[in-house]
């Protein structure tokens, strides 16, 4: 049998420098994702940059001005990266900056002006030698990264491309073609803490918390805080159907009329008072209801139509303070239907999460993609692929072309599957309600 231990390092492709880029929200284990993918590269003697902040100083790079060591990007060590692997934050910073916002479909790849972002983030990394770039983000960062890669091979000569691969990272998990992203396991342990926490407190007043919990656009980080800590009920993007769920006719911007899915509010606060009251039917006075931050997005036009918008077109969801409009809602509901008052509090968790200090199985998960970025550029001469793990975290490699659709370049988002077995575990360890 073969000493594994002295194996030969399976090295086909040789890189002068590899520039690492994260961006979007922070999430935990974010540095055994950078630490690992740049220690792989460095064992192999490749010079390895961080990309700071994000594509905040590449999309307006101007050759007359330079990128600055130490303040645009820092040369990453092996000193540098001691005993990070298991760090809070993010070594390199990250922003939400979007270099693809102009590009809404393949052709504007053909607009001189829209690709002025895109072109400048190539120039830009070109201009310290970057030959491959590992960009380590959410869906949205996923959608830039392919833009990019097609913006080369539009433009660009073969052998002056800049390889592409992209780590997936988001603690809503929410992602295609990965079962569960770094980060997520330690936001739901922290947030399930939390709601534990508001739980004793809740029943020392006999009260109830409403709680508003990040994922913007599906239900896992709620539904995995809810399980853990024990709520009384979470309601998410998902379960926002059948008599849950209404139609209305708005105006937008351009003037023209459009139609939109929205959820029927009046509908939700009955549920979640009828939820209150079985529990008092069993002798609980106190609970805490979770609630997903991306119902904002299916509340009523006029109360969202002003809120500002970020580079990739969604609304600031922390403005709409979800949890203190049901509050007031299921405070008042509750009164109409007992003749009695009850404290129903707003709280709202998710920030906190997000820099937690990272449990073990996601440093581990974090540590192969990272070191799946290496694998795939280095040994596999990927292109243009997303790493992701199965099983007993076994790696494998996602064309960006079947996580994006070729026309709009947009990315699907991975809601939870109703009645799916996960879904239906909430359900049954919640407070039991004939509804």
């Known amino acids: ?34 630490s690992a993918a740049a220690a792989s590269f460095l064992r192999s003697d490749m010079e390895v940059v961080g990309i700071r902040y994000g594509y905040t100083n590449l999309v307006n790079y101007d050759p007359a001005s330079p990128l600055i060591e130490g303040e645009h990007f820092v040369q990453i060590s092996h000193k540098y990266l001691a005993r990070s692997r298991n760090t809070q934050g993010i070594l390199i910073g990250t922003s939400r900056t979007n270099p693809g916002k102009y590009i809404a479909n393949v052709s504007d790849l053909d607009d001189p002006e829209k690709v002025i972002p895109l072109h400048n983030v190539y120039q830009a990394l070109r201009s310290i030698g970057v030959e491959a770039l590992i960009s380590i983000g959410g869906d949205d960062t996923l959608k830039t990264a392919n833009k990019l890669k097609l913006y080369q091979e539009k433009h660009v000569k073969g052998d002056q491309r800049i390889r592409i691969v992209h780590l997936p990272k988001t603690i809503d998990n929410d992602y295609h073609g990965i079962d569960f992203t770094f980060g997520y396991f330690t936001a739901v342990e922290f947030l399930g803490t939390e709601i534990r926490n508001l739980i004793h407190d809740a029943e020392s007043c006999q009260a109830y918390f409403i709680v508003e919990l990040m994922g913007r656009s599906a239900g ?96 600031a969801i922390g403005q709409m303070k979800l949890a203190d409009m049901f509050a007031t809602l299921v405070d008042r509901e ?70 994006v659709d070729p026309e709009t370049l947009v990315t699907k988002v991975r809601l939870i599957e109703p009645n799916s077995d996960f879904h239906r575990l909430a359900r049954f360890l919640e407070t039991d309600v004939n509804d």
């Open 1 to 34: 049998m073969a000493n594994t231990l002295n194996a030969p390092k399976r090295i086909f492709k040789k890189f002068k420098r590899v520039a690492i880029l994260f961006a979007g929200g922070p999430a935990p284990a974010a540095n055994a994702v950078i």
């Open 220 to 315: 896992w980080l709620a539904y995995g805080a809810a399980i853990a800590g024990e709520a009384s009920l979470v309601i998410s993007v998902e379960d926002i159907t059948d008599s849950y769920r209404t139609t209305e006719t708005f105006t937008a911007e351009s003037g023209e009329e459009k139609e939109r899915t929205v959820m029927d509010i009046d509908r939700l606060v009955r549920r979640i008072v009828k939820t209150m009251l079985a529990r008092e039917a069993e002798g609980k006075q106190f609970g805490v209801v979770a609630l997903a931050e991306g119902l904002a997005a299916m509340l009523p036009w006029r109360l969202i139509e002003n809120v500002s918008r970020d580079d990739h077109g969604h609304i």
């Open 334 to 403: 509750y009164t109409k239907q007992t003749g009695r008052k009850r404290s129903v509090k707003a709280t709202q968790l998710g920030y906190e999460s997000r820099c937690a200090k990272p449990h073990a199985f996601d440093v581990m998960l974090g540590s192969q993609l990272g070191v799946g970025a290496y694998r795939a550029l280095a040994e596999e001469q990927k292109d243009g692929v997303m790493v992701s793990v199965v099983g007993q975290l076994e790696l494998h490699y996602e064309p960006f072309e079947s996580l």
